[in-house]
């Protein structure tokens, strides 16, 4: 992701970071964006880029935006599968 981060959108400042929210289960959390467009622009290349996630298979990993408020209870909550089920409910 860094690799990505550099080559594709450098010079935006970017930092991308893993969390855990349990033993098996992490996020990597790519942030700072100043605003929503920015992020989704960001999401469309990263989902059309073959080369980041070739070792994974579809199914293995979910792309997604999070707001700052929504991070927040997901960090609290540490329940991916309802924060998906939502997600994919609203977007």
Do not use: C, P, W
């Not at 981060?5 to 959390?29: A, H, P, W, Y």
């Not at 880029?49 to 408020?69: C, H, M, P, T, W």
């Amino acid at each position: 992701i860094n690799d990505f981060n550099t080559f594709k959108f450098n010079g935006q400042g970017l930092v991308s970071n893993l969390e855990m929210l349990r033993d098996q289960e992490g996020m990597i959390v790519t942030r700072k964006f100043k605003t929503a467009a920015e992020a989704r622009i960001y999401l469309n290349e990263l989902r059309s880029n073959g080369q980041v996630f070739r070792e994974y298979k579809q199914g293995e990993y979910d792309l997604f935006i999070i707001s700052a408020e929504n991070y927040a209870k997901l960090l609290h909550d540490r329940d991916m599968k309802s924060y998906l089920n939502f997600y994919r409910s609203k977007y």
